[in-house]
């Protein structure tokens, strides 16, 4: 590009500063596959500038389905500013203070169905879950939540039980139809960006393009001296083509970016197109690449899916979705980096000087989270690499009989920072975003349908022998709640089940609930408590009996009880005192459904419950309710936290090992420097 004229150089002074002005108002925050077997989805450079990877449709998507062959794997990390706290502490440490970067990858576990899962948790999720990005004017991706599956590990038999994630099938859908070669976009919601700083303080959010469109009206008024989008017509401008394309530059790179200056586009002739049309068409059309160029430029993130493995306890693995010949891709994996490996350590608590619950640090480590059973390390570094693209955490492993190794990439050098594998691991702990990435690849000829294996190193070869040698079986009935951490024992034992998610009887609306009188021989397990959606504020009558204590009985009310704008508030821990027949159970709703929730059941309840009220200075009321003719569907079972197979105590934690030949000598901190060259 050549030197700005003189021209365009008063032009600039006269009204650069006065463009810029329009965006200074602040937003309140400092192998692929043949045409029968298609690959649907690619790794490849976004069309955002500088934002590293993005992820391509290899394929058409109709509004609606599915992205691509199956859902994400889902990890929970639990209490983790707790775990990381100084011992006794009663003040987390501040993120700074452990090296944890995740935690701009990670879900809050509402989005991700895990709620239940802990006080304090926080979900990494694989492939869908952290490769793409956010446009906030080309959202077309829908995010669902994962399922609780444990893949037959049952935790009284098997000692992989709780090594392996329950939370997989994280699925997502077009929200809208999508041309093959777009760039996918989620929905990360305008906190994720305004609450973080560095690159993710200018990433443009939705009233941010509001303000760059109103710029660009300002702009056309410039270049053509009136309001009338018409005339931005070449000889009608009284700038030249060189010359806006100079003031783009100018107020592209003015001092001072913000978030509406980064929505602008990237090229002045773009912003000529947007001002005649619009920011949104002109951005969609930029994030479309041609399937020809995914294939050249990028990399195949569908040659493996999850599906049950053979290996003894393993749970499910990764299966080839088609051929993957000898040094073929079977899966580019970005990285993640932790500096301290410690960061995944699990303490016992106890009751500090202040009566708060703090840290135990007397009895050590007692447990890792579960997420360390994904990552990668080596026995002389602190280091921790968490590969998140698509279905690689479900490659298992063979100590002989591999049939895949770990390579660094040759190429993405707009993501891959080679310079990094040479860089001390106090640089690392610095990076706060991925830049690094691994491939998976094929040591042989691989046929559609086998199991992808890599070897995860003898160590953990040797911790795993260990586990399997040491683990005890526990029978059912000798359950008491005392299987997993954190959780309370229990005088009885969890039934004739034994363990039983809150879920599996959720989807049961056949099964008739279990009165109080049922449960003395037949209980429930202690871990799914029952709830009841009432409004404890709206009753028909009220009694004391006795004197001091209220007690309401009614009807159940759907219109107030069950509003379609459902609140949490209204459910109450209750229990089923009667069951009786549902005489309208066969008559037809109007309500399609309410009759799919359960609401025309083959049975209506009578349920009781104990609410304590507080109001005002007044002292705590404890009251009663008993309401009847209770439906189903207002009757559901919640997971007590800390009670999922992610908490078992005797489940496995190790990590694997990246081979020596790869692992960077710069990275072993627990050897002596000189060893490290």
Same mark, same amino acid.
């Given at each position: ?160 039980? +709780?090594?392996?994630? /329950? ?7 077009? $929200?809208? &139809?999508?041309? !093959?070669? *777009?760039? =996918? ?39 053509? +001296?009136?309001?009338? /989008? ?7 401008? $009284?700038? &030249?083509?060189? !010359?806006? *394309?100079? =003031? ?430």
């Amino acid at each position: 590009m050549g030197t700005p004229s003189l021209r365009l150089q008063r032009s600039v002074a006269a009204c650069v500063l006065f463009l810029i002005s329009c965006l200074a108002v602040a937003d309140g925050a400092s192998s692929d596959g043949d045409e029968s077997n298609p690959c649907q989805l690619y790794l490849a450079e976004s069309t955002i500038p500088h934002a590293g990877l993005g992820v391509f449709g290899g394929t058409a998507f109709k509004e609606g389905e599915m992205i691509g062959r199956v859902g994400d794997a889902a990890f929970p990390t639990v209490d983790h500013d707790w775990h990381n706290s100084p011992e006794g502490g009663s003040i987390s440490k501040h993120e700074a203070d452990y090296h944890w970067p995740l935690t701009n990858y990670d879900w809050n576990a509402p989005d991700i169905g895990m709620d239940g899962e802990g006080e304090d948790v926080s979900v990494t999720v694989t492939g869908f879950g952290a490769a793409p990005n956010c446009h906030f004017r080309l959202l077309n991706v829908d995010e669902h939540k994962a399922s609780y599956d444990n893949a037959g590990l049952d935790r009284y038999t098997s000692p992989g039980a +709780g090594g392996s994630t /329950p939370w997989f099938n994280r699925t997502s859908t077009a $929200s809208k &139809d999508i041309q !093959a070669g *777009s760039e =996918l976009f989620v929905d990360y919601g305008p906190n994720w960006f305004l609450s973080r700083d560095g690159v993710f303080a200018l990433v443009p959010i939705s009233t941010s393009f509001e303000k760059a469109q109103a710029f660009l009206k300002e702009y056309g008024k410039l270049l053509v +001296g009136s309001d009338n /989008p018409n005339d931005l017509v070449e000889d009608k401008m $009284s700038l &030249d083509d060189e !010359a806006q *394309s100079d =003031l783009w530059e100018v107020i592209k790179t003015f001092p001072y970016p913000t978030r509406e200056r980064e929505a602008l586009p990237n090229s002045h002739k773009d912003a000529v197109r947007a001002i005649h049309g619009d920011i949104q068409t002109i951005e969609k059309e930029n994030s479309i690449r041609s399937v020809e160029y995914l294939k050249e430029h990028g990399k195949c993130v569908d040659n493996i899916v999850p599906e049950i493995s053979d290996i003894p306890h393993a749970g499910r693995g990764a299966m080839a979705t088609r051929f993957i010949p000898k040094g073929g891709l079977v899966a580019p994996a970005p990285l993640v980096l932790i500096a301290d490996k410690s960061a995944t350590d699990m303490y016992n608590e106890q009751i500090g000087s202040k009566g708060n619950i703090v840290r135990d640090e007397s009895t050590g480590v007692i447990k890792k989270q579960i997420i360390l059973n994904y990552m990668f390390g080596h026995p002389n570094s602190t280091v921790l690499l968490f590969p998140y693209s698509s279905n690689a955490a479900y490659i298992n492993h063979h100590s002989t009989e591999y049939n895949t190794e770990l390579r660094w990439a040759k190429d993405f050098s707009f993501f891959h920072n080679e310079d990094w594998l040479s860089k001390p691991v106090e640089f690392l702990e610095e990076q706060w975003t991925s830049g690094l990435l691994l491939e998976f690849i094929a040591l042989r000829d691989i046929q559609p349908g086998e199991e992808v294996l890599i070897n995860y190193g003898d160590e953990w070869q040797k911790a795993w022998d260990e586990h399997v040698k040491t683990w005890e079986p526990i029978p059912a009935e000798k359950d008491y709640n005392n299987l997993t951490l954190w959780t309370k024992p229990q005088t009885t034992n969890n039934g004739k089940t034994g363990y039983l998610r809150a879920e599996v009887l959720n989807d049961d609306m056949e099964t008739p609930i279990r009165t109080m009188e049922e449960q003395i021989t037949d209980p429930y397990p202690h871990g799914v408590p029952m709830y009841c959606a009432v409004n404890v504020n709206h009753a028909s009558a009220y009694h004391f009996e006795p004197e001091t204590v209220p007690f309401f009985t009614r009807a159940f009310d759907e219109e107030l009880d069950m509003p379609d704008d459902k609140d949490e508030k209204h459910s109450h821990k209750c229990n089923v005192t009667e069951r009786i027949e549902n005489d309208d159970e066969d008559e037809d709703s109007e309500d399609e459904e309410k009759d799919e929730a359960g609401s025309k059941h083959k049975y209506l309840y009578t349920i009781e419950l104990k609410v304590i009220k507080q109001f005002d200075d007044m002292d705590p009321i404890t009251e009663l309710h008993e309401i009847a003719d209770v439906p189903r569907a207002a009757i559901s079972f919640q997971n007590i936290p800390y009670t999922s197979d992610v908490f078992l105590k005797q489940s496995f934690r190790h990590e694997m090992k990246l081979p020596d030949e790869i692992f960077p000598k710069a990275w072993m901190n627990l050897i002596p420097e000189e060893e490290r060259k």
